[in-house]
């Protein structure tokens, strides 16, 4: 759950290095966490954009920054099971499509992506990244009915459709949205 990204983005002791910012904390550390999982600074402040958070890339660059030294690395893992969705975000005039996966045990966000169109190659393309960032041989990939299962078609993985245990990724996806 998105309430529960602070605790693992930052430690307690550097809440001195949040002094005096105009960002509440969980959201500093949720956008340094989204960079640490490959995102460029560019990427992350659209999406923090997308979610009525207006910061300077500069800004942004000093929250990366001021913790790169004492910031952990971002978290690896092996899930049996990943629930993979994607949704619609408004973005200026324009529509985007944000990808998301998360590991249904631990509840682990594994990677978020924004992409400029909707379809099996950018599936495709997520699933890969995916695949590269974390050990994947075995696990069951939870998607929709459409692109996800020709995505995982194409590249070979093992998935189903499950409406039930993707409960995790959209109620993420709502709570980001909220």
């Not at 993979?84 to 990808?99: F, P, R």
């Amino acid at each position: 759950m998105l309430a529960d990204l602070p605790s693992e983005s930052y430690d307690a002791d550097l809440e001195e290095s949040w002094e005096n910012e105009r960002t509440a904390t969980p959201v500093r550390a949720f956008a340094v966490r989204l960079h640490q999982t490959g995102r460029s600074i560019r990427e992350t402040t659209t999406i923090l954009a997308e979610l009525g958070i207006e910061r300077s890339h500069g800004a942004f660059w000093n929250w990366v920054h001021r913790l790169a030294d004492s910031g952990r690395d971002p978290p690896t893992a092996s899930p049996s099971r990943v629930a993979v969705d994607e949704t619609a975000v408004k973005i200026n005039e324009g529509w985007s499509w944000l990808d998301a996966t998360i590991d249904t045990e631990t509840k682990l966000i594994l990677d978020v992506a924004l992409f400029g169109r909707h379809g099996t190659d950018p599936a495709a393309a997520f699933l890969y990244g995916l695949r590269e960032k974390h050990e994947l041989p075995d696990a069951e990939f939870l998607v929709g009915q459409f692109v996800y299962r020709t995505a995982l078609a194409r590249l070979g993985l093992n998935g189903r459709v499950n409406s039930t245990d993707r409960n995790h990724i959209k109620k993420w996806f709502h709570t980001l949205k909220m």
